[in-house]
């Protein structure tokens, strides 16, 4: 009798072990991750739909008139370089100027984001920037060019947020 015992404490010491372990077998074979069944853990991180536009050359800094133009939707702004600030515009857009680049914040559920459920973004868009400034002699700057969005996941496949972004380098601007 005490053999047959010494055996069930065996196989209940076999039985413990392999039922800690089976846990890190299934996630490094990937039953955790592929599981449709299985709870997803999203991270908290956050990401804007924007898009950022580098100049092919640098501006002066100072005040400027910004008009912007992404595919149909134009809107025009008071901006200053290098101020940290986003500026709002009329559609819930923002904006923001360097010497460098311009940036334009895309607001969430606008139709100008790619679809929320795509890997890929298929759609050409359209930007247009034009500058002005109001000093002796107007100036006014313009630059167009077309781009495809890169859609950001920042927490993974399946998780909040999902982000259009593009960066994209303007031709020389065209002096008027």
Same mark, same amino acid.
């Given at each position: 009798?005490?053999?047959?015992?010494? #055996? /069930?404490?065996?196989?209940?010491?076999?039985?413990?072990?392999?039922?800690?372990? *089976?846990?890190?077998?299934?996630?490094?074979?990937?039953?955790?991750?592929?599981?449709?069944?299985?709870?997803?853990?999203?991270?908290?991180?956050?990401?804007?739909?924007?898009?950022?536009?580098?100049?092919? !050359?640098?501006?002066?800094?100072?005040?400027?008139?910004?008009?912007?133009?992404?595919? !149909?939707?134009?809107?025009?702004?008071?901006?200053?370089?290098?101020?940290? /600030?986003?500026?709002?515009?009329?559609? #819930?857009?923002? *904006?923001?100027?360097?010497?460098?680049?311009?940036?334009?914040?895309?607001?969430? #559920?606008?139709?100008?984001?790619?679809?929320? /459920?795509?890997?890929?973004?298929?759609?050409?868009?359209?930007?247009?920037?034009?500058?002005?400034?109001?000093?002796?002699?107007?100036?006014?700057?313009?630059?167009?060019?077309?781009? /495809?969005?890169?859609?950001?996941?920042?927490?993974?496949?399946?998780?909040?947020?999902?982000?259009?972004?593009?960066?994209?380098? *303007?031709?020389?601007?065209?002096?008027?």
């Amino acid at each position: 009798m005490e053999r047959h015992t010494r #055996g /069930n404490v065996h196989k209940t010491r076999l039985l413990s072990v392999a039922l800690v372990f *089976l846990p890190f077998l299934l996630v490094a074979c990937g039953a955790s991750s592929d599981s449709p069944t299985a709870p997803k853990t999203c991270n908290a991180l956050t990401c804007d739909s924007r898009v950022e536009a580098r100049f092919g !050359e640098p501006i002066a800094t100072g005040a400027y008139t910004v008009e912007v133009c992404l595919d !149909e939707l134009c809107e025009t702004a008071a901006v200053t370089t290098d101020d940290p /600030n986003r500026v709002p515009l009329p559609s #819930g857009h923002e *904006l923001t100027l360097t010497a460098t680049a311009m940036m334009l914040y895309i607001e969430e #559920g606008s139709p100008l984001e790619s679809a929320p /459920n795509t890997t890929v973004e298929t759609t050409l868009h359209h930007l247009t920037v034009s500058l002005s400034t109001d000093d002796q002699q107007t100036t006014k700057l313009t630059s167009s060019v077309e781009f /495809n969005y890169e859609i950001l996941q920042p927490n993974g496949p399946g998780c909040a947020p999902v982000c259009s972004f593009a960066a994209v380098r *303007l031709p020389e601007f065209d002096h008027h």
